[in-house]
């Protein structure tokens, strides 16, 4: 998948807001399959499970165990119809989340060869908040960041200004 473009700044920018929330150690739940960002989260020394890949719309039991700090879903929300579910079934006092931002200059994406990578959800921060918030979590902190390409164009100039992605890092109400 980042065969050729690698997402560094979001990886570093996404360990930053987690060590400064949730710092090592501590016994992560990873949402989605393993990643390249795993990785990264255990050489930070963060003890880190993944869920299966099973349909989290659905299939919520891997949440309900409580013996995590934390669970983390990083770029995982938009992908769901329905995450207010899994939101509301998660037994860890900690959450940590990222998601893409919706553009108002570009359209959602979708995969044309992978049905699982499309995004049903591009939220706006305050639909996000308002998701936890119904879901059960109170939120503590936020951040966003760009997302600049090395491209030319109007779009290209826009993601230099415009934040793409919104961090939270909430915990149980």
Known sequence: ??????????????????????????????????????KIMREHNYSVENTMGEDLDVETSAVQNGNFDVVTAFEIFEHLVAPYNVLKDIQAEKLVATIPLKLWFSSAYRSKTDKRDRHYHEFEDWQFDWLLEKAGWEIKKTKKWTNPVKKIGIRPLLRKFTPRYYAVYAERK
């Open 1 to 38: 998948m980042y065969e050729n473009n690698f997402p560094h700044k979001r990886y570093r920018k996404t360990m930053d807001f987690l060590k400064e929330n949730v710092p090592a150690p501590a016994r992560v739940l990873d949402l989605g399959v393993e990643n390249p960002f795993v």
